[in-house]
């Protein structure tokens, strides 16, 4: 009679549990839903493309307009150092490359980043970073669109930039000077192309991908000829714009704010790894595409960059104006070749922007159709043609929001915006990394622990000394999880010291110094637990190594590059992310397919 008693007052107290709470669990259990991984062969996409498809598809989206725009603004404001700025933004991205390169490993799915992060960290996080994606690829394709208006603008003397100032001119500092139709129109035909079939846009990438490599080795060569290498000692009186003179005429800082804009320069190569439900054998050349394509473009941007500075001096502010090497070639006074290479440069230009462009669009489409495949965006972005077998409604969907950003922002807008949305997903994927890689699908939990008398105190637990645990299970994780954290957070805070307390630091105050010796300490402390804990037996054709050094290394520069960013771009990183927000809760959190898979648990009645 007491049992019935018991159960029944358990009964009536369940009952009085205020809903509201009930709702807050379930609320948050839809957030940190995750998404578990299927590898498939018959992914609904064509399957067809093998490893050269890939690294020219790397090497098309990074050697844009970096090289023939970027390196000439870059030039007047850092000067010869600029070269720094792209091997330190290289390497980064070279670390990012190994983290991607990892996932794409362990998930060959289409997707990149968002779908490692759904799998790893849970549905709304994922959400968020597949929306920096979109920014991305939105606003780093708009950037690619307005530069080729530019330089076909050029070769009608600006007739048509002074026509649409006089029919379309705009006065707003925080917009462009003008309605750039030109651009939108461009991106609408780039988006058919696409729309087209996977092969035969690849064909078309793979020629101009050629033509523009051949391109920048003659530029190089005609650099590294009438190279002068008194041009990176010139002396600061020369010219109000050279600063102090010399090859660090700016000083240590404008190359590290010149290497957060580089990433822009680098921001193509992730284009790959949403490639996976349409690579042959994805698990190998994925990961080695994005290591050889990364590794490829450091070379180049390191050599454009020398080979530039070294043949004409890095004060001459029409290096700035979007055609800096039409312009050196002039000056130099070249009468055999002049004709030939500046033709050869603007086609190349031209060229170049196409598949650059061409290639955004299409890694961008394929993020869009992931995240609505999955529920998140709007149904028919996950619709997949029959007859082409490409996502056509996100393909089209994403040039006209392209096309709208490219009419109304100009490109210096426009290449911080695409840094920080790069930047941001950069560091989602390293802490999927550590997180993921001490994880195992079949775990043993902390009850099943306890019971066998296996679990330990803490500060043992935490260290794994001597070693406890030899296979992952749920307290091993846990404290990979929780040191991660801490190294997040470290990050954040180191990071401000150096971006904006650097000459506090190097004045050596006391107050800074005693903070970041501190904030060190906690760092390793925390990078130790994790290197104690049990690794993942999981096997995968490509793993990050070392663990967990290089992936919180990476976590740590691109946290840094992020707050060398403008307030500016933080403001309408903000609106985005807003938009964002708005989208997720008014239509994917109800839409969501993993909502049917991870249904609540109904109350036991006693």
Same mark, same amino acid.
């Given at each position: ?279 042959? +054998? ?190 992952? +299970? ?28 650097? +000459? ?103």
């Amino acid at each position: 009679m007491r049992e019935n008693d018991s159960l029944e007052s358990q009964s009536l107290l369940l009952e009085k549990t205020p809903k509201r709470v009930l709702n807050q669990s379930g609320f948050i259990k839809s957030l940190t839903r995750k998404k578990e991984f299927v590898y498939s062969e018959d992914s609904g996409l064509n399957r067809i493309l093998g490893l050269h498809d890939l690294v020219f598809l790397g090497l098309s989206s990074m050697l844009g307009m970096g090289v023939y725009i970027l390196a000439g603004e870059l030039a007047t404001k850092i000067g010869p150092a600029m070269m720094l700025s792209f091997i330190f933004a290289g390497a980064a991205s070279t670390l990012a490359a190994l983290c991607y390169a990892e996932f794409a490993s362990r998930t060959p799915g289409t997707g990149s980043a968002y779908a490692y992060c759904y799998i790893t960290i849970g549905e709304f996080v994922a959400f968020i970073l597949g929306w920096n994606l979109c920014l991305e690829f939105v606003i780093g394709t708009a950037c690619l669109v307005r530069g080729m208006s530019a330089y076909l603008d050029s070769q009608f003397g600006g007739s048509i930039s002074n026509w649409e100032k006089k029919h379309f001119g705009m006065h707003f500092k925080f917009l462009s000077e003008y309605l750039d139709i030109l651009s939108f129109i461009i991106i609408v035909i780039f988006s058919g192309i696409v729309s087209i079939g996977v092969r035969e846009s690849t064909i078309i990438n793979n020629t101009f991908a050629i033509i523009n490599m051949v391109t920048i080795i003659t530029l190089i060569i005609i650099g590294l000829v009438y190279a002068k290498i008194e041009n990176w000692s010139l002396s600061g009186s020369l010219n109000p714009h050279a600063g102090q003179g010399g090859f660090m005429p700016f000083g240590f800082s404008s190359v590290m704010e010149g290497a957060a804009t580089c990433f822009y320069a680098y921001t193509g190569f992730d284009t790959i790894a949403t490639t996976g439900g349409e690579a042959k +054998n994805p698990q190998t050349t994925v990961p080695l595409a994005l290591v050889l394509s990364i590794s490829l473009a450091i070379v180049v941007y390191g050599s454009i960059s020398a080979t530039l500075t070294l043949m004409w001096p890095y004060f001459d502010q029409n290096l700035n104006k979007g055609s800096p090497y039409p312009y050196i070639f002039e000056k130099l006074e070249l009468k055999s070749i002049k004709l030939v290479v500046t033709t050869g440069a603007l086609a190349a230009v031209t060229g170049c922007s196409y598949f650059s462009t061409l290639s955004s669009v299409f890694g961008m489409a394929r993020i869009v159709y992931s995240i609505a495949q999955d529920g998140l965006l709007f149904q028919p972005l996950s619709v997949i043609n029959r007859i082409t077998k490409t996502p056509v409604y996100a393909t089209i969907v994403s040039g006209l929001f392209t096309g709208f950003w490219s009419v109304l922002f100009n490109t210096e807008q426009l290449i911080d915006m695409t840094s920080i949305g790069t930047l941001m997903a950069y560091t989602m994927v390293a802490i999927c990394v550590l997180l993921l890689r001490y994880e195992d699908e079949s775990m043993e939990t902390t009850s099943s622990l306890k019971k066998k008398q296996d679990y330990n105190s803490s500060l043992r637990r935490i260290f794994n000394t001597p070693t406890i645990y030899k296979e992952p +299970n749920e307290l091993t994780s846990t404290t990979v999880r929780y040191a991660t954290y801490i190294v997040i957070m470290v990050s954040v805070m180191l990071g401000l010291i150096f971006a904006f307390g650097i +000459n506090k630091l190097m004045a050596s105050e006391p107050v800074i110094c005693i903070c970041t010796v501190a904030l060190g300490i906690i760092m390793i402390i925390a990078l130790a637990v994790i290197t104690r804990q049990p690794e993942s037996k999981a096997e995968l054709k490509f793993k990050v190594k070392p663990i967990p050094y290089l992936p919180a290394l990476s976590l740590f520069i691109n946290i840094y590059l992020m707050l060398k960013l403008n307030l500016r771009t933080w403001i309408r990183f903000g609106a985005w992310l807003i938009l964002g927000l708005l989208i997720y809760f008014a239509y994917g959190i109800g839409h969501s397919k993993e909502r049917k898979n991870h249904k609540s648990i109904p109350v036991k009645k006693y």
